[in-house]
């Protein structure tokens, strides 16, 4: 199996997590809504508990948790409900041009009901500037929804900037924060965020299962149903609950928090290595994204002189994106490169490398040298074909 470097599209399942969540699976298998029994109130006990693991990280209430099955229904419920019914009004929406294609679709769903949305422009670093948001804010503008860290570029907004202003205006702010819960610290009160959502997946839980924050207080969050059913998670998450995923989260969250420092350091060390030696060995590279305001175990190379598809053919020793989001018949750039300012061609010979918990040091250096190999093999092919 290839060397996997690709922690941003998912995280493998942590044995501990995988120890709490088998009980839940074979003998625990109750309904956490059967309340006239033991099999219901002790997976009911294991929901609060992981709803208790997963407030404690990030900062929030129990209340404020609602379980979903990821970041992609929590972003749905999360943005759809703050947005409400448009009741013959034009209400206004802001987000980013280069939020996850999820929050994009959302929002193409949302001017198609009647809704105003804007797309703000990003800084070459692919940040959300607080001056560009301030001047978006109309008096009809309802909710604001901002990626915490970007799931290519890796590039960390300043949300805490970003709350002031719709505080300010009287103005929800949602956050996902798929990417950011799980590799960095992130406090929903200290930030002034009013919704935002996580998953599993990306933090070494199940597949699966994520959480909406929904905050209670100063101000209270209020949202409009988007799927009906009982009454489960307020009603705003209707349906059994998945127990298993849901105790695979709430102990993911756990050992985040207690390792935290320790494996953000970690992973940190390991990526600068891989940074240091391919800058070394390679040369004529752009790093995309922040230099400094990063994800600790994001690097977005873009290899100059090299043709995409031999690119990624020769790099398969290393499990990585290519970074640039290609679809097969269309071959276009990603939107977010485009959005910082890389250009067509630079942007589809792009390696988005994420190294994680399991990633160990010989596993850089030999990651390392296959990328070395790789684009002195596709140059010099890119080479003779400018020669003939």
Same mark, same amino acid.
């Given at each position: 199996m290839p060397i996997y470097l690709d922690y941003h599209a998912t995280t493998p399942?942590?044995?501990?997590?995988?120890?709490?969540?088998?009980p839940f699976i074979s003998e625990n298998f109750g309904n956490p809504a059967s309340s006239t029994h033991a099999f219901g109130w002790k997976a009911e006990s294991a929901v609060n508990e992981a709803r208790k693991q997963v407030a404690t990280l990030i900062g929030a209430k129990e209340k404020e948790i609602i379980f979903t099955s990821g970041a992609t229904e929590s972003n749905n419920l999360g943005i759809l409900g703050a947005m409400g019914d448009t009741n013959g009004q034009t209400p206004h929406f802001i987000t980013s041009e280069i939020e996850h294609s999820c929050v994009l679709a959302i929002s193409k769903e949302l001017e198609n009901r009647g809704v105003e949305v804007t797309y703000l422009p990003v800084n070459k670093f692919g940040q959300v500037e607080p001056t560009?948001?301030?001047?978006? #804010?109309?008096?009809? /503008?309802?909710? &604001?929804?901002?990626?915490?860290?970007?799931?290519?570029?890796?590039?960390?907004?300043?949300?805490?900037e970003l709350s002031k202003i719709t505080r300010q205006k009287e103005v929800l702010l949602h956050v996902d924060a798929a990417q950011a819960v799980g590799k960095i610290p992130v406090d929903v009160y200290d930030f002034g965020i009013d919704l935002l959502s996580l998953s599993a997946h990306k933090l070494y839980g199940p597949k699966g299962v994520g959480a909406l924050f929904v905050r209670s207080q100063e101000p209270k969050v209020r949202l409009k149903s988007v799927i009906f059913g009982?009454?489960?998670?307020?009603? #705003?998450?209707?349906? /059994?609950?998945? &127990?298993?995923?849901i105790v695979g989260l709430g102990k993911a969250c756990e050992l985040f928090r207690l390792d935290m420092t320790e494996e953000i350091q970690r992973t940190k060390k390991l990526r600068d290595i891989l940074e240091t030696e391919i800058k070394k060995n390679v040369g004529d590279i752009?790093?995309?994204?922040?230099?400094?305001?990063?994800l600790p175990m994001n690097l977005n190379i873009s290899f100059c002189g090299c043709?995409?598809?031999?690119?990624?053919?020769?790099?398969?020793?290393?499990?990585?994106?290519?970074?640039?989001?290609?679809?097969?018949?269309s071959m276009q750039a990603s939107h977010v490169l485009r959005a910082i300012g890389v250009s067509e061609e630079l942007a589809r010979s792009t390696v988005r490398f994420g190294v994680g918990r399991f990633t160990?040091?010989?596993d850089i250096y030999k990651a390392c040298e296959i990328v070395s190999s790789a684009v002195k093999k596709c140059r010099s092919v890119k080479f003779k074909e400018l020669r003939t």
């Open positions: 399942v942590d044995p501990r997590v995988m120890t709490a969540m088998l560009v948001l301030l001047k978006s #804010i109309k008096a009809n /503008t309802r909710l &604001v929804s901002i990626m915490f860290a970007n799931n290519e570029i890796g590039s960390i907004n300043n949300i805490l009982g009454g489960q998670e307020r009603g #705003i998450r209707p349906g /059994t609950l998945n &127990v298993p995923g752009v790093i995309n994204g922040h230099p400094v305001e990063r043709l995409p598809d031999l690119l990624l053919e020769n790099l398969s020793g290393i499990a990585v994106s290519s970074g640039s989001a290609c679809t097969s018949a160990s040091e010989e």
